[in-house]
């Protein structure tokens, strides 16, 4: 093997370890953030309840997506997954603060509102996409940021826009 694949191969594993550490830390806070009784993994074995699945399952998709970005990124970092986690985390709070701000999200899906699940889903994964598009590539730290937090402003603001235009048409009828 010459020195050049060895590194590749070292950088992969490196890269991808680092994805798994941060996926892990990544499990842990999001137990402790949206600890309850019906997010868990008794929910979804004993009740057979999807809508929690759906949901733990989109978290993870997009912490995950994020993660491409900071693989695919020139210089992987620990600093820069922890930061693409921590952006899909917060994105999830802010999001639910506006997006699902009259519903009790949590209440919902452990009764097992599917479709509010998928709503949340599509905000996480999307989310994590987003997070992906920002750290791929190079430039200054902050430029991760700002693409990041232009890139959630629009996420929401299209789902508002969703919204108001399914509320028009229902009204309509």
Not at 117 to 124: K, P, R, S
């Amino acid at each position: 093997m010459t020195q050049e694949l060895i590194n590749a191969l070292l950088s992969g594993i490196i890269s991808v370890s680092i994805a798994f550490v941060i996926l892990v830390i990544t499990r842990f806070i999001v137990h402790k953030m949206f600890k309850t009784e019906y997010v868990s993994v008794n929910e979804i074995e004993k009740n057979g309840n999807i809508a929690v699945a759906i949901k733990n399952g989109s978290i993870y998709i997009g912490v995950a997506a994020a993660m491409v970005g900071v693989i695919a990124s020139p210089l992987v970092q620990f600093i820069d997954g922890i930061t693409a986690m921590l952006f899909v985390i917060i994105a999830s709070v802010v999001s639910d603060k506006i997006v699902f701000s009259s519903v009790d999200n949590t209440k919902e899906i452990g009764k097992g509102n599917i479709s509010l699940a998928l709503a949340e889903a599509g905000l996480f994964i999307g989310t994590g996409i987003i997070a992906m598009a920002s750290f791929t590539g190079e430039g200054p730290y902050i430029s991760s940021i700002v693409f990041f937090a232009l890139g959630q402003i629009i996420l929401i603001l299209s789902i508002l826009a969703a919204e108001m235009a399914y509320k028009g048409l229902y009204l309509r009828r």
